[in-house]
């Protein structure tokens, strides 16, 4: 074999080996992958429209659960009666609490 042949033979094997290296390796090395997180890093716009759809969903959440929470409030206060003296009622400020053996002029909660 000819020196002539052989380099003919080393230079083509080269070209395939970097045609090969060029289309094929991207997709073994993950590069592709890469480029595809780096694109979606460099679009501002798309993440922040997202962020915005799941803010407002939370924020209806919450005023559903509000709202259903004073819907059963209002359900369970209407449907009990209120004791004579109520716990979250405050009391009379006169003289009944300076003066409790005073009760002829104290009125009862």
């Known amino acids: 074999m000819s020196i002539q042949a052989l380099a003919l033979?080393?230079?083509a094997a080269t070209?395939?080996?970097g045609l090969a290296w060029v289309f094929i390796y991207p997709s073994l090395?993950?590069?592709r992958k890469a480029e595809s997180r780096r694109a979606s890093i460099?679009?501002?716009d798309a993440p922040a429209r997202q962020v915005e759809k799941t803010q407002r969903s939370r924020r209806e959440q919450v005023e559903g659960s509000l709202k259903e929470l004073e819907a059963r409030h209002k359900k369970d206060n209407a449907a009990s009666?209120?004791?004579?003296w109520d716990p979250g009622r405050p009391r009379n400020s006169g003289s009944c609490?300076?003066?409790p053996a005073r009760s002829d002029s104290c009125s009862p909660l």
Do not use: D, M, V
């Open 81 to 84: 009666p209120r004791p004579a």
């Open 97 to 99: 609490q300076a003066f």
């Open 15 to 17: 070209a395939i080996g």
């Open 42 to 44: 460099a679009r501002t």
């Open 9 to 11: 033979a080393f230079l």
């Open 29 to 31: 090395s993950g590069e």
